[in-house]
């Protein structure tokens, strides 16, 4: 359902920065991530025009973080992402308890009926 409303590289990218205990690299970021270089420089790209993340320079390398307002956003996401799993897996062993619900029902009916 994520997938459905979220697009999964972009929030993974998000959700990466959160660890502010790592230097992120464009490149170390779309390892991570699952994506490739090119994307996730496009993707960064975008996100920093929102003033989601910052790009400095550090010779020439590129360290991306996470602004104050990013840094609200990918919270807000992954209280969201939480969220969906928690519902889908409330739903999943909804659904398995009513498959398994009417094969009990029949078991009983065949202990009684031989």
């Known amino acids: 359902m994520k997938k459905l ?4 590289k972009p929030v993974a990218l998000l ?3 959160k660890d ?3 230097q992120w690299y464009p490149s170390k970021l779309a390892r991570t991530a699952g994506c490739s270089y090119v994307y996730a420089v496009k993707v960064l790209a975008q996100m920093q025009k929102q003033n989601v993340v910052q790009i ?3 010779g020439k390398n590129s360290v991306v973080s996470l602004s104050s ?8 996401l992954d ?4 969220k969906i799993d928690a519902v889908k897996k409330a739903t999943l062993a909804e659904a398995s308890q009513k498959d398994a619900q009417p094969l009990h029902k029949q078991e009983e009916k065949e202990k009684k009926d031989p």
């Open 79 to 82: 209280e969201l992402c939480k």
């Open 69 to 76: 307002y990013g840094a609200q956003l990918a919270s807000s």
């Open 15 to 17: 959700l990466l920065l």
């Open 20 to 22: 502010s205990t790592q």
């Open 5 to 8: 409303f979220l697009k999964q």
């Open 56 to 58: 400095s320079k550090s």
